[in-house]
């Protein structure tokens, strides 16, 4: 496993975490979530990212169960949730004071864990101002209920903000964005995370870099039955991969598998390997539901180096044709 220090921090994430969305709320059973868990930890996975709207709380609870269970020393591994969506009541969503401040509070109590080492904003919330979702993630720390806390999905221009109001009132900013970041989405990550880490500090941990299974090199001509875009919830994904931007990114699909047969790889470690070819990018999370699956995604380390020091990336963005 490779290591990262998470921005300007101290905190040192594998980069490669495991998420719990794909992971638990596919409908696996307990056993084989436990049965991930433990060999994601044995292979050095360290961080292990949750949210309290995953499968309406459920994931939580089940890592919890796990983790209890396991008894690892607290001190080795990462935790890491986020709030936004709590539940159907007004004040159960968004960041405000109220929602910050009992959200937490029900994400260690389905946690069973006295502290989380990072807790994250799933979503900006102009409704807020940035003064009170800044003063009370600061009470979130200050309490002891958090380590760092982060935001998910927020813009430069919200994340700076942040940062100012942080330092105008001698408050605690934001250490880390989660983003998006795949083959075909990566303005966030190449061009303003770079510019915020040397900024202010800010670090990365990115996700989805399989583009919810797109990248997994399994859609061609049509979506097979047994496959996430089938289930249901996920219509909008099957919409997506059969659009006309989808066929154009299978086509692209196509060109990078050759690229990966030549390396001796498959498509998916391909994928993750480059999404971890620079250090701005601190981690990546990863979602399995098989054991194969997991042990595929953590062989993608060994590919890095082959992507980095050759031309191998040149041929990718010329592939692409969207770099930033």
């Known amino acids: 496993m490779?290591?990262?220090?998470?921005?300007?921090?101290?905190l040192r994430v594998s980069v490669i975490g495991l998420g719990t969305w794909a992971t638990f709320a596919n409908q696996i059973t307990d056993e084989l979530a436990?049965?991930?868990?433990?060999?994601?930890?044995?292979?050095?996975?360290?961080?292990?990212?949750?949210?309290?709207?995953?499968?309406?709380g459920k994931a939580e609870i089940l890592l919890?169960?796990?983790?209890?269970?396991?008894?690892?020393?607290?001190?080795?591994?990462?935790?890491?949730?986020?709030?936004?969506?709590?539940?159907?009541?007004e004040t159960e969503r968004g960041l405000s004071r109220k929602h910050i401040l009992e959200g937490i509070d029900g994400s260690l109590q389905r946690l069973?864990?006295?502290?989380?080492?990072?807790?994250?904003?799933?979503?900006?919330?102009?409704?807020?101002?940035?003064?009170?979702?800044?003063?009370?993630?600061?009470?979130?720390?200050?309490?002891?209920?958090?380590?760092?806390w982060g935001t998910s999905r927020w813009s430069s221009v919200e994340i700076y903000e942040a940062y100012s109001?942080?330092?105008?009132?001698?408050?605690i900013p934001p250490s880390v964005e989660q983003s998006e970041y795949h083959f075909f989405q990566r303005d966030m990550v190449e061009t303003q995370i770079p510019y915020l880490t040397q900024r202010v500090g800010i670090g990365s941990i990115s996700w989805s870099p399989l583009a919810?299974?797109?990248?997994?090199?399994?859609?061609?001509?049509?979506?097979?039955?047994?496959?996430?875009?089938r289930l249901k919830g996920f219509g909008w994904l099957k919409e997506r991969i059969m659009s006309e931007a989808g066929r154009r990114q299978q086509a692209k699909l196509m060109e990078l598998q050759i690229i990966a047969d030549r390396l001796g790889c498959t498509l998916p470690?391909?994928?993750?390997?480059?999404?971890?070819?620079?250090?701005?990018?601190?981690?990546?999370?990863?979602g399995a539901t098989s054991i194969e699956q997991l042990n595929e995604n953590l062989k993608a380390l060994s590919i890095i180096p082959q992507i980095t020091q050759s031309d191998i990336l040149l041929e990718i963005d010329n592939i692409l044709g969207n770099a930033p």
């Open 34 to 56: 436990e049965e991930i868990v433990t060999i994601a930890y044995e292979n050095g996975v360290n961080l292990f990212d949750t949210a309290e709207v995953y499968a309406a």
């Open 165 to 171: 109001v942080a330092r105008q009132f001698n408050l």
């Open 112 to 148: 069973q864990l006295k502290y989380v080492d990072i807790i994250f904003a799933n979503k900006s919330d102009p409704a807020t101002s940035m003064e009170e979702i800044v003063r009370a993630f600061t009470k979130v720390i200050n309490d002891g209920k958090a380590m760092y």
């Open 64 to 89: 919890g169960n796990i983790l209890k269970k396991k008894k690892w020393r607290r001190s080795s591994y990462i935790v890491s949730t986020k709030l936004f969506w709590g539940g159907k009541a």
């Open 269 to 286: 470690q391909l994928a993750i390997a480059w999404c971890l070819r620079y250090d701005i990018n601190n981690g990546v999370l990863i």
């Open 212 to 229: 919810c299974g797109v990248i997994s090199g399994k859609y061609g001509e049509r979506v097979p039955d047994q496959c996430r875009a």
């Open 2 to 10: 490779l290591y990262r220090n998470l921005g300007n921090s101290g």
